[in-house]
């Protein structure tokens, strides 16, 4: 008679096929183009995409006014994330990958300083910006080692 461990490990590889399927795609930062879509949908929000040279620029507007850009390359990866608006987006949703160094360097940030202001993070791999007061937030946030050749960071905004 096998036992319960035995059994749960021979369904394993079925539920983490179901679990992998009900989790949500977004076009986070260094993510894939193919999954804008799943941040529109979460913000509720209008999108609109402009083309550069290099990139181009899916802008959505959520019903609440806050307005995210996500940078994409031409092959389709996102380089960066831009925002403003009365509403601080949904950091895990946004940064995906790159949430945790986020979240570790803004929390030795705060503790290293008083009071409250800008947050601004420039790491190897990451650079995070935010600034701003109740209903009129913005920031931005890349990876420096993703932008195309030939695109600044100032284009992120």
């Keep these: 008679m096998k036992t319960f461990v035995e059994r749960w490990i021979r369904f394993l590889p079925v ?7 009900c989790l949500p795609a977004v076009a986070a930062l260094g993510g894939d183009v193919s999954s804008v879509e799943a941040d529109r949908a979460k913000m509720k929000a209008e999108i609109s ?25 031409q092959e389709g990866r996102v ?24 979240a570790a360097a803004a929390k030795a940030a705060r503790a290293a300083r008083r009071g409250r202001g800008p947050l601004n993070i420039q790491q190897p791999g990451l650079v995070f910006e935010n600034s701003g007061h109740m209903h009129s937030y913005s920031g931005r946030a890349y990876d420096p080692g993703l932008l195309p050749s030939g695109v600044t960071p100032d284009a992120i905004r």
Aim: glycine share 8%; hydrophobic share 45%.
């Design 15 to 21: 539920w983490s096929v179901m679990l992998g399927f």
């Design 49 to 73: 995409v402009k083309q550069a040279d290099a990139y181009a620029v899916h802008e959505m507007k959520a019903s609440a006014g806050t307005l995210v850009r996500e940078y994409v390359s």
């Design 79 to 102: 380089f960066g994330v831009a925002w403003q608006g009365s509403f601080i987006p949904d950091m895990k949703q946004i940064l995906g990958t790159y949430y945790q160094q986020y």
